[in-house]
C-alpha cells in the first residue's frame, strides 16, 4: 500500500478538501501532512494543522498514487496530543434510505440534497452513480463538486468541535450561486446548523420518504 | 570562453571563478564532460543534462528575515515547511528554498519583492508547481506561494467576464463559475494549474485552435513589480507591462489578479477518429481547424499505428453540420472499422501481436477514464477538465511529470510530430503524443516574443506534447533528462520553439530564440529588476 513517502505533490487532493479551501494554505491539506511527514515531521508537529481536517474522505479518492491518505491522518493523529480527542464514531449509514422510490417522488428541482460524505466517500465506487440517477431524475441540486465529491458540512466533526474549521463558511460555499427552497439532509447532525443558519426549512431524508429515523 | 560568456558572468560576479575553473579544465584537458553548445550564458562547462541552477549561498538572509518579520510578513523557515516544495511536477529538478511566504494580498508581496531588492534576495514564485524543468522550485532564497491568493473577487454575468485572484487553480475557478453556469475558456488540461502561472507561459487546452492559449485571453491584470509597485496593466493600461508578463515566464512581474473572459458552460459532443499513422491524422487535424467546423479539436495516440483523432462540439447544430459537412473528408475510421482492419492487419503479423494486446489492454484501461459514468449524460461529456485531468494524472503522471513539446508553424507541424516520435520510440516501449492547434492574436504578436510560439506562425500555432509512459519501469533522472533535451534538439534544428508551462530551459534560450531578442528582454530585465531577483535562472 503506497504510503506518505509516495507523494509526489500532484495537488489533486487539494481540490476537493474542505480544509485546504478555508486556508488556501497547502500545509492544511493531505499533501501538506505528507510533505512535512516526508521531511521529519511526525503528528505531534502537526497537531495544529491535523485539528482543521474534518476526515471527509474526499481525498483518498483523488489521489493518483493510491495513498490511503484517512490513514496516513489517523496515524499522524494518534501521534499527536489530539489523539485522546479522537474523531467521531463513524455516523448511522442513510444510503439505504436514500435508495426508498418515495424520495425521487419527494424531491424537487430547488432541493438541495446533502449526501453524508464521509459514508459516500467510503463507498464511492458503489454509490456514486446512485446519487447521479437521482440528480438527474429529480433536477434537485447536491452537495457535489466537480470531482463528484461530496462538500462535507464538517458540522459535528472534531474539528468543528476545536473551533478549527468555519462551519459559516462552509455553508456559505455549499449554499453560493444556488436557487434553493429546501435543504435535506442525510446526517441528522446538520439539520440544526443549517436551519440556524440559512433560515429554509431543512428535513431529514426519512420525512421525505416517510420511514422513522432508526429506519436506516 | 566567448566574448558573450564574459559579458554575462560579471552579472553574477562569477567571473573570476569561473575563468578559474576554465583555465584549470583547458590546462589538464582532463575534463571527461562532453563538448557543451549550450547558450552562452548556460552553466559552463556542465553537460546539458544537469542544468540545475547553483544553489543561493543565503547572503543578508539574517538581515532580510528581520526586516521582513518586523513588517508584518510571515516567512517560514522550518524545513517541515519548505521542504513542501522541494520539487516540482517533473521532478527532476530539486532545490529547498530558505523560507516560504504564502502570499495573501498585494501589498504584502509588494513589500517583500521591496525587501527582496533591497537585500538582493532571489524569490521564486510558485503556483501549481507544475513546471517541469524546475522553474517553481527554489534553490535558496525566498519560495512565495501564490496559491495562498486564490479568491474568485467577481463575476460580471453580463459582461462575462470574471476578476479572479491568480493563485487560484483553474479547477477552483470552474467551481465557482458553474455555480453561475459559466465556464472559462479554455486552461491547461491538468486541474492544478494556476491562473497567474498559465498566464506567465501559455497553457493549452483541446478549444485552443479556437480560443488561442489561456495566456491569450487575459483581459487585465494586477501585478506586483520586481521593485515592489503595484501596477494595472492590459492592452490599454500599462500595455508595455502587459506585453511582458504575459507570456513572459514570470521575468518582469508576479501576477496578483486577472480579469478573463467566462462563457455559458456546455457540455461537449465527443467523436473520436481512428488513424493508422500520424501523417493523414497531423493533415486532419490541420484542414479541421482551418475550417473552423469545431469546437474542439486534439490528437492522441496510443501507439504508433493507433493514433486518436478526438473532435467535440459545444452544441447540436454545431455537431450535425460537421457530420454533414466535414466528416466524410476525414481519412480516419471509427472505432469498430479501425479495430477490424487493426486485427486483419495484425493476423498475418504474429510478431507484432505483443502490439495488439498492448493496445486492447490501453483500450480496456483508458477508455473508462476517458469517458466515465459519472460525467456522461445523454451521450455528452460534463466538466472535460476533470475527465482529462484525472487521466492524465491516472495514466501518465508520476513522480516525474516528464513532458516535452515542440511548437511549431503549421508548414514545420508534421515534420516535427514524426522526429520527435522518432525521439520517443528511441527512449520509450510506450509513449502518447497530444498535439492541438492555438490560435494566434495577431495585435498580441508583441506578447508572443519572448514566449514559446514561434515566431514564423501565422494564424495558428502547433503543439505538440511527448509523454512517456513508464508502466511502472524506473527511469533515471540523466535518461529522462535526455529524453527532454533530445525533443527540444529537434525544436532548435527546425528552428521553431517549445510551448507548455514553462518548458524553455534556461541552456536553450539563445539558441531558441536568438542573441536579439534575448538581450533585448534582458536589457530589459535588467531594467525591472535591478537585482535579477525574480524568478532567476529561469531564462536569464
Known amino acids: ?216 | 570562453m566567448s566574448v558573450l560568456q564574459t559579458e554575462f558572468l560579471p552579472l553574477r560576479g562569477l567571473l573570476v571563478t569561473v575563468e578559474h575553473e576554465l583555465n584549470v579544465s583547458e590546462i589538464t584537458g582532463q575534463s571527461s564532460l562532453p563538448a557543451d553548445p549550450v547558450a552562452a550564458d548556460a552553466l559552463i562547462g556542465i553537460p546539458r543534462q544537469q542544468t540545475n541552477p547553483s544553489r543561493w549561498q543565503g547572503e543578508q538572509w539574517p538581515e532580510f528575515v528581520r526586516f521582513v518579520t518586523e513588517q508584518g510578513i510571515e516567512l517560514r523557515e522550518q524545513r517541515v515547511d519548505t521542504g513542501v516544495y522541494v520539487t516540482d511536477a517533473g521532478g527532476l529538478a530539486y532545490g529547498m528554498p530558505h523560507g516560504v511566504v504564502v502570499a495573501r494580498t498585494a501589498g504584502q508581496i509588494a513589500a517583500l519583492m521591496k525587501a527582496a531588492q533591497q537585500f538582493a534576495v532571489p524569490v521564486t514564485v510558485r503556483g501549481g508547481g507544475l513546471t517541469t524543468e524546475g522553474e517553481s522550485v527554489a534553490f535558496g532564497g525566498v519560495l512565495l506561494d501564490m496559491t495562498g491568493m486564490s479568491a474568485v473577487l467577481h463575476v460580471d454575468k453580463q459582461a462575462l467576464r470574471v476578476r479572479t485572484q491568480a493563485g487560484i487553480f483553474w479547477h477552483h475557478l470552474a467551481e465557482v463559475l458553474r455555480r453561475d453556469g459559466l465556464d472559462y475558456l479554455s486552461a491547461p488540461l491538468n486541474l492544478s494549474s494556476s491562473v497567474g502561472g498559465t498566464l506567465g507561459v501559455g497553457g493549452i487546452d483541446v478549444n485552443s485552435a479556437k480560443f488561442g492559449c489561456s495566456a491569450d485571453q487575459a483581459i487585465a491584470l494586477q501585478v506586483v513589480t520586481p521593485t515592489g509597485e503595484i501596477v494595472e496593466c492590459s492592452d490599454v493600461e500599462n500595455s508595455e507591462l502587459f506585453e511582458r508578463i504575459i507570456l513572459g515566464y514570470g521575468q518582469f512581474g508576479i501576477i496578483t489578479e486577472a480579469t478573463l473572459p467566462v462563457r455559458l458552460y456546455t457540455p461537449l459532443r465527443m467523436h473520436y477518429f481512428y488513424y493508422g499513422s500520424l501523417k493523414p491524422c497531423v493533415e486532419d487535424l490541420l484542414m479541421l481547424d482551418s475550417s473552423h467546423a469545431c469546437d474542439y479539436t486534439g490528437i492522441l495516440t496510443m501507439m504508433d499505428t493507433a493514433i486518436t483523432l478526438l473532435v467535440a462540439f459545444d452544441s447540436d447544430a454545431r455537431e450535425a453540420a460537421f457530420l454533414a459537412q466535414v466528416k466524410p473528408k476525414l481519412r480516419g475510421y471509427g472505432e469498430l472499422m479501425f479495430g477490424l482492419r487493426l486485427a486483419l492487419s495484425f493476423s498475418w503479423r504474429p510478431w507484432q501481436w505483443q502490439e495488439a494486446l498492448f493496445l486492447l489492454r490501453r483500450k480496456r484501461e483508458l477508455f473508462p477514464d476517458l469517458q466515465p459514468d459519472l460525467h456522461m449524460q445523454d451521450g455528452k461529456m460534463f466538466d472535460r477538465t476533470v475527465v482529462f485531468s484525472r487521466a492524465v494524472w491516472k495514466h501518465w503522471g508520476d513522480r516525474h511529470m516528464v513532458i516535452p513539446d515542440l511548437a511549431t508553424n503549421r508548414d514545420k507541424f508534421v515534420e516535427a510530430v514524426e522526429r520527435g516520435n522518432a525521439v520517443c520510440r528511441k527512449y520509450f516501449p510506450c509513449y502518447t503524443l497530444y498535439c492541438v492547434g492555438i490560435r494566434l492574436r495577431e495585435e498580441h504578436r508583441a506578447h508572443y516574443e519572448l514566449s514559446s510560439i514561434p515566431a514564423d506562425a501565422t494564424g495558428w500555432a502547433y503543439g505538440c506534447e511527448f509523454e512517456p509512459m513508464y508502466n511502472g519501469v524506473e527511469y533515471s533522472r540523466d535518461t529522462l533528462q535526455s529524453f527532454k533535451n533530445e525533443i527540444y534538439d529537434v525544436g532548435v534544428e527546425l528552428e521553431t520553439s517549445y510551448y507548455r508551462f514553462g518548458g524553455m530551459m534556461k541552456g536553450y534560450i539563445r539558441r531558441a530564440l536568438g542573441d536579439a531578442v534575448v538581450e533585448k528582454h534582458l536589457k530589459l530585465k535588467q531594467q525591472a529588476d535591478p537585482a535579477m531577483i525574480l524568478n532567476r535562472d529561469v531564462i536569464f
Open chain 1, 1 to 216: 500500500m503506497p504510503s506518505f513517502s509516495d507523494c509526489y505533490g500532484c495537488s489533486l487532493c487539494l481540490l476537493s478538501c474542505p480544509m485546504w479551501l478555508q486556508r488556501r494554505d497547502v500545509r492544511f491539506s493531505p499533501q501538506g501532512y505528507a510533505k512535512a511527514m516526508q521531511h521529519g515531521a511526525d503528528g505531534s508537529e502537526m497537531a495544529e494543522t491535523l485539528s482543521a481536517c474534518i476526515q471527509c474522505g474526499a481525498c483518498d479518492l483523488l489521489c493518483p498514487a493510491g495513498i490511503d491518505l484517512t490513514g496516513m491522518i489517523n496515524t499522524a493523529l494518534q501521534q499527536s496530543d489530539l489523539a485522546n480527542k479522537q474523531h467521531d464514531q463513524p455516523s448511522t449509514d442513510w444510503f439505504a434510505m436514500s435508495c426508498d422510490p418515495a424520495l425521487r417522488h419527494a424531491l424537487r428541482e430547488d432541493d438541495l440534497y446533502i449526501i453524508d460524505a464521509v459514508a459516500f466517500h467510503r463507498h464511492h465506487a458503489r454509490r456514486a452513480l446512485h446519487y447521479e440517477k437521482l440528480r438527474q431524475a429529480t433536477g434537485c441540486s447536491m452537495n457535489l463538486d466537480l470531482n463528484r465529491m461530496a462538500v462535507a458540512t464538517g458540522i459535528g466533526s472534531m474539528a468543528a468541535r476545536l473551533q478549527s474549521f468555519d462551519l459559516r463558511k462552509q455553508v456559505e460555499w455549499l449554499l453560493q450561486g444556488r436557487n434553493v427552497q429546501r435543504i435535506i439532509v442525510e446526517n441528522p447532525a446538520d439539520q440544526a446548523v443549517l436551519i440556524a443558519m440559512t433560515g429554509k426549512p431543512v428535513l431529514h431524508l426519512s420525512e421525505l420518504t416517510g420511514s422513522s429515523a432508526g429506519h436506516a
